[in-house]
């Protein structure tokens, strides 16, 4: 089994900055795709941000030019810089992460429990 623990959640002021982590750790044999979704109160969980084994990223458009997503593959970590914070990225961002466990033949996808961002003055 592959377990993410995401942490730096909080509260922050309109056009503020935040920096979450997520490590995936357990039995792990091989991690692709590493990403960020986030949900908002009365919404869909939508994609904000993913980042391949070889650093291929792509974007949520309202997220363009603001967030940035990176990894560390040695740590199994993947990142998310949160900058320019605005009221509406206020969601539980949920990390994710497409990975195959040891001793199966097959990948799956996996979720941490999900970590609160408030933007509010």
């Known amino acids: 089994q592959v377990q993410l623990v995401e942490s730096g959640g909080g509260l922050v002021q309109p056009g503020g900055s935040l920096r979450l982590s997520c490590a995936a750790s357990g039995s792990i044999f091989s991690i692709n795709a590493m990403g960020w979704y986030r949900q908002a109160p009365g919404k869909q969980r939508e994609l904000v941000a993913r980042?391949?084994?070889?650093?291929?990223?792509n974007y949520a458009d309202s997220v363009k030019g603001r967030f940035t997503v990176s990894r560390d593959n040695a740590k199994n970590t993947v990142y998310l810089q949160m900058n320019s914070l605005k009221p509406e990225d206020t969601a539980v961002y949920y990390c994710n992460t497409l990975a195959r466990a040891m001793g199966v033949h097959y990948v799956a996808d996996y979720w941490g429990q999900g970590t609160q961002v408030t933007v509010s003055s």
């Open positions: 980042i391949t084994s070889g650093g291929s990223t």
